[in-house]
């Protein structure tokens, strides 16, 4: 009697190890190694994103400088007594040949 349970519990270890490893196991093995590489990736995608926001958080918090740079960017900032230069490409304007046009805020 302890013959055949040792053999029916060796058949049944054998048939898991089966399904696990062969056919639709392996499949899924392999499947569930490539989205955890995808996610990998994608992590260190986003961690060096978060640092660079980490530091330009930083940069604004402490220096004028980066405050100064996006508004000049984003706001169209003009300090007083500088001159704003606004190069328009030839295809935007009928006479390209006019040259730069100069403005002073």
């Known amino acids: 009697m302890q013959r055949v349970l040792t053999l029916v519990l ?3 270890i054998v048939v898991l190890q089966l399904r ?3 056919g639709e196991g392996r499949r899924k093995v392999d499947g569930l ?3 955890i590489a995808a996610q990998r990736l994608e992590n260190e995608r986003l961690r060096a994103r978060n640092e660079a926001l980490a530091a330009e958080v930083r940069n604004l918090k402490e220096g004028r400088e980066a405050i100064e740079e996006r508004a000049r960017a ?3 900032l003009v300090a007083p007594g500088e001159v704003f230069h606004q190069v328009i490409g030839s295809e935007a304007t ?3 040949g ?3 046009r100069e403005q002073r805020r």
């Open 33 to 35: 190694e490539q989205a």
């Open 20 to 22: 696990l490893w062969g």
């Open 94 to 96: 009928p006479d390209a």
């Open 74 to 76: 984003e706001l169209g």
């Open 10 to 12: 060796l058949l049944v």
């Open 98 to 100: 006019a040259g730069p």
